[in-house]
């Protein structure tokens, strides 16, 4: 399998986020991509640097205003005051409902508030081209897949399914699984499958296509009633319009057993089976792991082969995106788990 790595990740490198009112360190960190990219070495994966430009299919999937407002957003930053250089900006007004999301204000903060879900997303000087560069990688591993390889893996940062057409949020800026969904589209393929299996509910992912039928999200995660992002993930949202029936989200209690949560992936997959893709993107987040410091399952590290498995069995094309995962130095090897036991299952046959 080629994983696709760029050291541009490491240019979106915010200090610092707020939990409970206080500065705290990023979870969302740049040592992440460096322990998942020393498993890979260590255990003999190959990997390439992304070669597409994701410009087109990011017009596809983002609106125009948002894209250049996340390309401007640094250099207003610093326009307000040069001394800004070493700071973060932070929303700290929304436009929540009746409110007017449509006219774009010309002040930064107010702008910045019109294009973030939270206040958990800190950008810094080089957030653009890392998140571009992640994009980029979705990119690539579409044309590999284009190109005949059974299945292609992003290692890349930042995240990106819990950005929307027109926001960010959730550490994530570009939605990268989406982006890769779309670029499968754009090759002639008439379905997709997008399997997210992070802690948390995919919003963006879900909202980008939850009036298309030509693209199947299924989610597992945590019940949004008390995990991030509260505001969706329930199980009663199934599609709209055309995409009625074309999404299904299953929560799940925090704290729940491996087991419980193997049976959600088994309902998932079924799922998944019935839309008969032609390829499947999964949202690979790894903080469903049980040492995870901000999630609430208990997967061990033996676990994430057993899911590579469960997912080679689909018998599809497959890209995997990196998205959450804060067990910095197990992320390494439960992703690299993944994909070997996705490997092994593929030799094997399904
Ligand atoms: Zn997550």
Known sequence: MISFF????????????????????CFEKPERATYVLEQLRARGHSLREPDVDSMPVLRQIHTARYLNFLQTAWAQWIALDPANAS?????????VRSLRSDVQPDNFIAQLG???????????????????AAADAAASAAR???QGERAAFCATRPPGHHAGQDFMGGYCFLNNAAVAAQALLNQGKKRV?????????????????????????????????????????HADEMGAGA????????????????????????????????????AVVISLGLDTYAGDPISK?????????????????????????????????????NAVNVLEGFEFQAKVGA
């Open 114 to 132: 019109l294009y973030s879900m939270d206040n958990g997303t800190p950008m810094a000087a080089g957030t653009w081209q890392a998140a571009k």
């Open 144 to 146: 590999v897949i284009e």
């Open 6 to 25: 760029t050291v541009a990740h490491a240019l979106h490198a915010p200090e610092y986020e707020f939990y409970r009112g206080q500065r705290v360190p």
């Open 297 to 333: 399952f208990a997967l061990q590290t033996p676990d994430f082969t057993r899911l590579g498995r469960r997912i080679a069995k689909l018998g599809l094309p497959t890209v995997f995106i990196l998205e959450g995962g804060y067990a910095a130095r197990e992320l390494g090897l």
């Open 87 to 95: 700071q973060q900006p932070f929303p700290s007004v929304w436009p």
């Open 193 to 233: 499958a997008i399997l997210d299996v992070d802690f948390h509910h995919g919003n963006g992912t879900q909202s980008i296509f939850y009036e298309r039928a030509d693209v199947l999200f299924v989610s597992l995660h945590g019940d949004p009633r008390t995990e991030f992002p509260f505001y969706l993930g």
């Open 243 to 278: 995409g009625q029936g074309f999404n299904l989200n299953l929560p799940l209690p925090a704290g729940c057993s491996a087991d419980q949560w193997f049976e959600a992936l088994e309902i998932a997959c079924t799922r998944v089976a019935q839309h008969d893709p032609q």
